[in-house]
């Protein structure tokens, strides 16, 4: 077994369950560290692709600023965190079957899938290539992505706010 092998079998197995225990936990901060755990498996396997701005990325982007976002969404609604009922032995049946669904379909997938073709070339400039086509052919939906998170940003300010003056009134 090579390291690479190792490390790709560490680094899916947390992906896979930091995915579950997010699903499997009830309070919401462990839902956040779950969900932190699983995109930091994931940057891992960028790095394991040779992907290494991807990865940088997804540590930033992911990992970072969408978990600040939702963590401030959970502290500007204030849920209490209260402990849910257990829904029973029917809900652990469905998710595990739901589960070896999954794994069958994508063995099966996985093995018949065909890779004949012209290999890509990989270890070329990523960033240079990314660069090129995020600011040539999709500069549209880059800025209108940019504009909808300001827009989000400034409707959470303004929800916030008319907290503030209901709970002083």
Not at 49 to 74: D, H, K, P, R, W
């Amino acid at each position: 077994m090579s390291g690479e092998f190792a490390a790709f079998a560490i680094l899916s197995l947390t992906a896979i369950s930091g995915g579950i225990l997010m699903l499997n936990v009830t309070k919401v901060i462990h839902m956040l560290v779950s969900l932190v755990l699983t995109f930091l498996s994931i940057a891992g396997l960028y790095i394991l692709l040779t992907a290494e701005f991807i990865a940088v990325v997804q540590i930033l982007i992911y990992s970072g600023a969408v978990t600040i976002i939702m963590l401030f969404g959970i502290m500007l609604t204030r849920k209490t965190d209260e402990e849910e009922t257990a829904s029973g032995r029917l809900k652990k049946w469905l998710v595990f079957a739901g589960i070896a669904v999954f794994a069958v379909v994508m063995y099966i997938g996985i093995y018949n899938l065909d890779l004949t073709g012209e290999p890509a070339a990989l270890h070329e400039n990523n960033t240079e290539q990314i660069g090129i086509a995020l600011f040539t052919g999709h500069i549209i939906p880059f800025e209108l992505t940019s504009v909808l998170l300001l827009a989000a940003l400034i409707g959470a300010i303004v929800l916030a706010k008319k907290e503030e003056e209901e709970e002083k009134q």
